[in-house]
C-alpha cells in the first residue's frame, strides 16, 4: 500500500523535528522581527540590521549547503561547481532587481546603467521579461536547473564519476566565471549587478523589506531540509546512497543509476539557484567572483565540518565557518586563509564524519562509560548500552 | 603642395649640393614658420656627408642652434660658432635665442643624421644606421638622394638590400613614372606590414594617376600579405608552442602525483609559486652578495627551486596526504586547504603585491625572422627549458632504478610492496619530485608571468586540464596535450579573443573527456572498482 505524501512528510521528520521547525519558525518569524522593530537600539536583546543581513546570507548558504549535502553526502558526487548555480540564480533575480530600479540610475535611463556605459541602445533578447518578478524566479530556477541537466546528461551518461566529476565541475564553473566577467555578455562584467533600489514596488532597504527576505530564508532552509528528509527515506534515496557506496553493484542488480544521479544533481543545482535568488536581494550584489573556483570549493568545507550524509550538518558547517569568517575578516584578516586552509585540512584528517559526527562519537563513548560504570556496579552484563549511536551507512566515502 | 615645395627645393640643392650651406638656407632655418625651416633641414639632409651640414644637423638635434643679432649660431658650451664655418665668432654676439624644432622637424633632422651615417666607412655603423631607418621611417622622399649615393657605393651584401627597400620606400613619391615603378617592384620583396601600408594609397586613382603603377602595386600587396600571414602563422605556432611548454611544466609534476600516484593536489599551483618565489629570493641574494655574477642568478635558482618545491612537497605528502590515499575527494579538499595556507605564508613572507623578477640580460631580445616575426630569447629557453626537464623526467622514469620502483608502485601497490619495493618512501619521493618539478615550472613562469601570491591559481585548471586530456599516467599523453592546448588556445586567441578562447578550450575539454573519459593515451587494461 502506498502511503499517503501528508504521512510520508509527517513521519519523515518525527515529532521533535516538527517541534524543532515549529521552534525554528516562531523565532524566524515573530521573536526576531519583534526585537528588530520593537526593542530601541539600545536594549541588550535588539537585533540590528547587520546581523539580519548576515544571519540572511548565512541562511542563503546553509540553503546552498544542504543542496551540495544531496548531492556529495548521498550521492558521493563532489561537485565543485555549486557556486556557478548559485550565482546563475542570483543573475537571474538580479536582472528583475536590476530593471526594478527603473530611471533612478545615474544616467536616469531605461537601460541598466551599465548597458548605457557600452553604449547600448535597447536590451539584449535575454532580458526580455526580466521586468515580471514571477519570470525572474522561474528563470532562477530554470536556468541552473537546465544548465545542470545539460551538463550532467552528458557527464552521467559517459559514467565521469569522482574526482574527474569534481575537475570538470570545476572547469564548468571557472569558464563561466570568465565569460560573466566580458562585458560583452551583458551582466555588467566584472562589477555585476548593484545599486539595487526596490523589490516589488517596496524599498529594498527597508527593515520591513529585510524582515521579509529573511523570514522567506527561513522557510526556504526550513523546506529545503524537509524536502531532504522526504527524499532521503524514499526508495530513491535508499537508491542513491547505494549508488554511492558502489555504483557498479547498483547497476548489476539492474538500476541505472544515470537517472537517479541526473535527478539529484538537477535538483540540487535549483536550490542553489533559489539560495542564490534569495541571497542577492540581502547582499545587495552579485558579480562574477561568485562563480570563482575558491567558492565553489569552500561550500563543499561548509559541508565536510558539519557533516556529510546527515542534513543538519550543513547548516551547522555553513553557520560555523561563515560565521567565523566573519569574525576573522574583521578582527584578523590576515589570518583567516591559514584558518579555512587549516579546518580543510584537520577536518579531512580527523573528522571526516564533521561536527556532528563528532557529537554522536562524544554520545556513544558517554553511552560506553556509563555502560562499563553500570557493569561494575551491576555484575549482570548489559550489552544493549554499549551500542554505538552512529548511523550506518552515513559514514561517506569518497568515490 | 607643401610637398611638391620640398621637391623643388630639394631638386634645387642636389644641383649645388657643395653650396649646402649657402645663406637661404641659414636663413630658412633662423626663420620662424616651419614650412621654411623644414624646406632647409631637406636641403642640409640632401647635402649627405658634407662635414658642414652634419654639424648643423647635430647642433639641431642637440638644440644647440640659435639666433644671435640676426643670424644663424651654433651654442658650443662658453663659444658660439659660425654655422657654415664651424669657427668661433668674436667677439660672441650677445643673447642667443635658441630655435625650436617641432616634432616632425626633430624626426627629419634624427633621419638626416642617420642617413649621414650610410656613407660611413665603418661597416657595422653603416648597417645599425640602415636597421634603424629601416625601422621608423615614414617616406623620406627628402633622403632619396642620399640613399642613391649610398647604394651607389654601398658593397656589403647585408646593408644593400636594406638600402634598396630604404631607396624604393622614398622613391614612391618621385615624380618620375619608371622610378617609381621601379621603387613598387622593390618593395614587393618586402614582408613588412609597414611597407604594406606604405603601398595601399598607391591603389587610389587619386594618389597614383598611372595605370600600370596602380596594378603593380596590387601584385606587390598580394606578395607581401602572403609573406605576413605565413609569419603570422608561423608566430601563433611558436606562441602556442611556448604556451604549451608553460603548461608542460606545470603538467609534468602533475602527471606523476595525479597521474602515477592517483592524487589529487590542488596545491600544484602553489608549489609553482613556491618555484617562483625561489628564483625571486635567488635574485635578491645574488643582488646583495654577489653584485657581479646577478645576471646567472637564474641557474642557481634552477636546483634551488627544485630542492625547496621537492621538500614542501615531501613536508605535505608526509604530514597530510598520506593519511588520506584511497580517498581521492578528501584528498583534493585537504589540499586545496594546503595551498590556502601556502598562498597566506607567501603573502606574510614576501607581501601581498606582486615581486618583481627580472630576466637576465642574456634571455632578453630575441631572434628576428622576419619583419613582424620575432622569437623572444625567453621564451625560446623555456621552450628548450621543458625539452629538457621532460628528458630528465623520462630519464628517471624509464632508465633509473627509482624510476622503476614508481612505476611498479603505479601498476600495483600490493605486488610491489610484496617484492620488497619500499613502497611508502617512494610515495613520498615520487611526490617529491612531482613537486620539485612544478618548482621548475615556477622559475620558468617567473620569467615570462607576474610572480605574486596568488599566481598559481591560474595554473590549477588549466594544468590539471592537460592531465585529464592527455590521459592519466602518460608522460607522452601529457606533452602532445599541452603543446596542443597551446597551439589551439593561441590560434582561438587570435580569432576570437582570449576569454572565449579559454572558454571554448575548456568546452571542448569537457566534450572530449564526455567521449574519451580515459584520456588521449589510455592504459591498455581492464579496470573496475
Known amino acids: 500500500m502506498r502511503t499517503p505524501l501528508t504521512v510520508k512528510l509527517f513521519a519523515g521528520l518525527g515529532p521533535r523535528g516538527w517541534l524543532a521547525v515549529a521552534a525554528v519558525a516562531f523565532i524566524a518569524w515573530v521573536l526576531v522581527p519583534m526585537a528588530h522593530l520593537m526593542l530601541p537600539e539600545s536594549h541588550p536583546l535588539h537585533v540590528s540590521t547587520y546581523a539580519i543581513t548576515l544571519i540572511g546570507k548565512i541562511l542563503c548558504y546553509a540553503v546552498v549547503a544542504v543542496a551540495m549535502d544531496l548531492i556529495w553526502g548521498f550521492g558521493g558526487i563532489l561537485s565543485l561547481g555549486h557556486g556557478l548555480f548559485?550565482?546563475?540564480?542570483?543573475?537571474?533575480?538580479?536582472?528583475?532587481?536590476?530593471?526594478?530600479?527603473?530611471?533612478?540610475?545615474?544616467?536616469?535611463?531605461?537601460?541598466?546603467?551599465?548597458?548605457?556605459?557600452?553604449?547600448?541602445?535597447?536590451?539584449?533578447?535575454?532580458?526580455?521579461?526580466?521586468?515580471?518578478?514571477?519570470?525572474?524566479?522561474?528563470?532562477?530556477?530554470?536556468?541552473?536547473?537546465?544548465?545542470?541537466?545539460?551538463f550532467g546528461y552528458f557527464a552521467f551518461r559517459s559514467?565521469?564519476?569522482?574526482?574527474?566529476?569534481?575537475?570538470?565541475?570545476?572547469?564548468?564553473?571557472?569558464?563561466?566565471?570568465?565569460?560573466?566577467?566580458?562585458?560583452?555578455?551583458?551582466?555588467?562584467?566584472?562589477?555585476?549587478?548593484?545599486?539595487?533600489?526596490?523589490?516589488?514596488?517596496?524599498s529594498i532597504t527597508a527593515p520591513e523589506t529585510r524582515l521579509v527576505l529573511f523570514g522567506l530564508s527561513v522557510a526556504l532552509l526550513l523546506a529545503v531540509i524537509i524536502l531532504g528528509k522526504v527524499l532521503i527515506a524514499s526508495k530513491f534515496g535508499k537508491v542513491l546512497t547505494a549508488i554511492r557506496d558502489s555504483e557498479n553493484r547498483v547497476m548489476f542488480i539492474g538500476y541505472n543509476p544515470v537517472h537517479y544521479k541526473l535527478f539529484i544533481w538537477t535538483l540540487s543545482a535549483m536550490l542553489c539557484g533559489l539560495a542564490g535568488a534569495l541571497y542577492v536581494p540581502q547582499v545587495g550584489i552579485i558579480n562574477p567572483s561568485e562563480m570563482s573556483v575558491a567558492n565553489s570549493i569552500e561550500i563543499a568545507i561548509w559541508v565536510a565540518v558539519g557533516g556529510r550524509g546527515t542534513l543538519v550538518g550543513p547548516v551547522l558547517g555553513a553557520g560555523i565557518v561563515n560565521l567565523s569568517k566573519t569574525w576573522f575578516t574583521t578582527s584578523f584578516p590576515e589570518y583567516w586563509l591559514f584558518f579555512l586552509g587549516l579546518l580543510f585540512i584537520l577536518v579531512t584528517l580527523y573528522l571526516p564524519q564533521g561536527v556532528v559526527g563528532l557529537w554522536a562519537k562524544i554520545k556513544a563513548r558517554r553511552a560506553e562509560k556509563a555502560a562499563i560504570a553500570a557493569s561494575r556496579a551491576d555484575p549482570a552484563p548489559r550489552a544493549v548500552a554499549s551500542e554505538s549511536k552512529i548511523p550506518n551507512g552515513t559514514a561517506a566515502k569518497g568515490a | 603642395m607643401k610637398r611638391l615645395l620640398l621637391l623643388i627645393s630639394l631638386l634645387l640643392c642636389v644641383g649645388r649640393a657643395s653650396a649646402a650651406l649657402e645663406p637661404v638656407v641659414l636663413q630658412g632655418l633662423a626663420s620662424d614658420d616651419f614650412d621654411g625651416k623644414q624646406a632647409a633641414v631637406a636641403a642640409l639632409s640632401a647635402a649627405g656627408d658634407d662635414a658642414d651640414a652634419q654639424r648643423l644637423l647635430k647642433a639641431l638635434s642637440e638644440d644647440a642652434v640659435a639666433v644671435a643679432g640676426g643670424r644663424l649660431v651654433i651654442v658650443a658650451g662658453e663659444q658660439v660658432l659660425d654655422p657654415a664655418s664651424g669657427a668661433p665668432i668674436k667677439p660672441a654676439p650677445a643673447s642667443p635665442e635658441s630655435i625650436s624644432l617641432n616634432n616632425s622637424l626633430r624626426q627629419q633632422v634624427d633621419g638626416a643624421l642617420a642617413a649621414a651615417r650610410l656613407l660611413s666607412a665603418d661597416r657595422a655603423e653603416r648597417l645599425t644606421a640602415a636597421r634603424a631607418l629601416l625601422a621608423d621611417m615614414g617616406e623620406g622622399a627628402a633622403l632619396l638622394p642620399l640613399f642613391d649615393k649610398a647604394l651607389a657605393r654601398e658593397q656589403d651584401g647585408e646593408i644593400k638590400p636594406i638600402l634598396v627597400q630604404l631607396a624604393a620606400q622614398a622613391a614612391l613619391?618621385?615624380?618620375?613614372?619608371?622610378?617609381?615603378?621601379?621603387?613598387?617592384?622593390?618593395?614587393?620583396?618586402?614582408?613588412?606590414?609597414?611597407?604594406?601600408?606604405?603601398?595601399?594609397?598607391?591603389?587610389?586613382?587619386?594618389?597614383?594617376?598611372?595605370e600600370k603603377l596602380r596594378l603593380e602595386a596590387g601584385t606587390a600587396i598580394k606578395a607581401i600579405d602572403a609573406r605576413l600571414a605565413w609569419s603570422d602563422t608561423a608566430g601563433q605556432i611558436f606562441t602556442g608552442i611556448s604556451?604549451?611548454?608553460?603548461?608542460?611544466?606545470?603538467?609534468?609534476?602533475?602527471?606523476?602525483?595525479?597521474?602515477?600516484?592517483?592524487?589529487?593536489?590542488?596545491?600544484?599551483?602553489?608549489?609553482?609559486?613556491?618555484g617562483a618565489y625561489s628564483a625571486y629570493t635567488m635574485q635578491a641574494l645574488f643582488r646583495a652578495k654577489?653584485?657581479?655574477?646577478?645576471?646567472?642568478?637564474?641557474?642557481?635558482?634552477?636546483?634551488?627551486?627544485?630542492?625547496?618545491?621537492?621538500?614542501?612537497?615531501?613536508?605535505?605528502?608526509?604530514?597530510?596526504?598520506?593519511?588520506?590515499?584511497?580517498?581521492?575527494?578528501?584528498?583534493?579538499?585537504?589540499?586545496?586547504?594546503?595551498?590556502?595556507?601556502?598562498?597566506?605564508?607567501?603573502?606574510?613572507?614576501?607581501?601581498?603585491?606582486?615581486?618583481?623578477?627580472?630576466?637576465?640580460?642574456?634571455?632578453?631580445?630575441?631572434?628576428?625572422?622576419?619583419?613582424?616575426?620575432?622569437?623572444?630569447?625567453?621564451?625560446?629557453?623555456?621552450?628548450?627549458?621543458?625539452?629538457?626537464?621532460?628528458?630528465?623526467?623520462?630519464?628517471?622514469?624509464?632508465?633509473?632504478?627509482?624510476?622503476m620502483f614508481v612505476r611498479a608502485v603505479t601498476q600495483n601497490r600490493p605486488m610491489a610492496g610484496c617484492v620488497g619495493v619500499p613502497t611508502a618512501r617512494i610515495d613520498t619521493l615520487a611526490f617529491g619530485i612531482g613537486s620539485g618539478i612544478a618548482g621548475l615550472g615556477g622559475v620558468a613562469l617567473s620569467q615570462i608571468a607576474n610572480v605574486g601570491p596568488d599566481m598559481g591559481q591560474g595554473y590549477i585548471v588549466d594544468s590539471f586540464m592537460v592531465v585529464v586530456l592527455g590521459g592519466v599516467g602518460q608522460l607522452a599523453g601529457a606533452v602532445w596535450?599541452?603543446?596542443?592546448?597551446?597551439?589551439?588556445?593561441?590560434?582561438?586567441?587570435?580569432?576570437?579573443?582570449?576569454?572565449?578562447?579559454?572558454?571554448?578550450?575548456?568546452?571542448f575539454i569537457i566534450i572530449f573527456i564526455q567521449k574519451r573519459p580515459q584520456g588521449l593515451f589510455a592504459l591498455k587494461g581492464r579496470f573496475v572498482d
Not at chain 1, 539584449?124 to 522561474?138: E, I, K, Q, R, V
Not at chain 2, 593536489?265 to 613556491?274: C, I, K, Q, R
Open chain 2, 290 to 403: 654577489f653584485p657581479e655574477f646577478v645576471d646567472y642568478y637564474l641557474l642557481a635558482a634552477v636546483p634551488v627551486a627544485f630542492f625547496v618545491a621537492a621538500a614542501v612537497g615531501m613536508l605535505m605528502e608526509r604530514t597530510v596526504i598520506r593519511h588520506l590515499y584511497g580517498r581521492p575527494l578528501e584528498t583534493l579538499l585537504a589540499t586545496w586547504g594546503l595551498s590556502l595556507v601556502l598562498i597566506q605564508a607567501a603573502r606574510l613572507l614576501f607581501g601581498a603585491q606582486n615581486v618583481e623578477v627580472a630576466n637576465p640580460v642574456w634571455m632578453s631580445g630575441g631572434v628576428q625572422l622576419a619583419e613582424n616575426l620575432s622569437l623572444p630569447w625567453n621564451r625560446l629557453i623555456i621552450v628548450a627549458f621543458s625539452g629538457f626537464v621532460l628528458l630528465l623526467v623520462w630519464l628517471m622514469m624509464n632508465k633509473t632504478r627509482l624510476g
Open chain 2, 173 to 210: 613619391g618621385s615624380p618620375d613614372v619608371a622610378r617609381r615603378l621601379q621603387a613598387v617592384r622593390d618593395l614587393a620583396g618586402s614582408g613588412s606590414p609597414a611597407v604594406k601600408a606604405l603601398l595601399l594609397p598607391l591603389l587610389d586613382p587619386a594618389n597614383e594617376p598611372e
Open chain 1, 86 to 150: 548559485f550565482a546563475l540564480g542570483g543573475y537571474s533575480f538580479g536582472m528583475y532587481l536590476m530593471r526594478q530600479i527603473g530611471r533612478e540610475g545615474s544616467y536616469q535611463s531605461d537601460l541598466p546603467d551599465f548597458m548605457v556605459f557600452l553604449d547600448w541602445k535597447e536590451l539584449p533578447w535575454y532580458w526580455t521579461g526580466s521586468d515580471h518578478f514571477l519570470w525572474a524566479l522561474f528563470l532562477a530556477i530554470a536556468v541552473p536547473g537546465v544548465v545542470a541537466w545539460i
Open chain 2, 243 to 274: 604556451l604549451g611548454s608553460i603548461l608542460l611544466l606545470a603538467a609534468l609534476g602533475l602527471a606523476i602525483t595525479y597521474g602515477v600516484m592517483g592524487v589529487i593536489n590542488m596545491a600544484h599551483g602553489e608549489l609553482l609559486m613556491v
Open chain 2, 481 to 507: 596535450a599541452a603543446l596542443g592546448l597551446g597551439v589551439v588556445t593561441k590560434f582561438l586567441e587570435g580569432w576570437a579573443g582570449a576569454v572565449i578562447a579559454k572558454i571554448l578550450v575548456l568546452v
Open chain 1, 159 to 202: 559514467r565521469i564519476k569522482g574526482v574527474y566529476f569534481s575537475i570538470i565541475t570545476q572547469a564548468m564553473t571557472y569558464a563561466a566565471m570568465l565569460f560573466f566577467f566580458r562585458n560583452e555578455t551583458g551582466f555588467g562584467g566584472n562589477n555585476g549587478f548593484t545599486d539595487f533600489k526596490r523589490i516589488l514596488g517596496y
